[in-house]
């Protein structure tokens, strides 16, 4: 928990690692090189769980996005949806 802010910061980053060394071992036979291998070498072979170890060795660091909007509307990002257009 160190080496991240909170809980979800930890599972959310944990879970999207696992998903792209799910991706590295299956295309591994493709030849196409679109993932990043493993970083540390493990006794486990299940994706969760070397995500994690990455994370706890620091090999995996996370960061917060970056906000556009400085109104504070999450949906600002939302383009053409004006207030006074009434058009329909």
């Known amino acids: 928990m160190d080496k991240v802010d909170s809980r979800f910061h930890l599972v959310h980053l944990a879970a999207k690692r696992a998903r792209e060394i799910n991706g590295y071992y299956a295309q591994l036979g493709e030849g196409l090189g679109n993932f990043v291998p493993p970083l540390v070498s ?3 072979n299940k994706p969760l769980s070397i ?6 060795q620091g090999k995996i660091a996370g960061r917060e996005p970056v ?3 400085a ?3 999450p949906l600002a ?3 053409g949806d ?3 257009d009434e058009s329909a």
């Open 71 to 73: 109104t504070g509307d």
């Open 51 to 56: 995500a994690l170890e990455e994370i706890a």
């Open 67 to 69: 906000s556009e909007t």
């Open 77 to 79: 990002f939302i383009e």
């Open 42 to 44: 493990t006794a486990s």
């Open 82 to 84: 004006d207030e006074g």
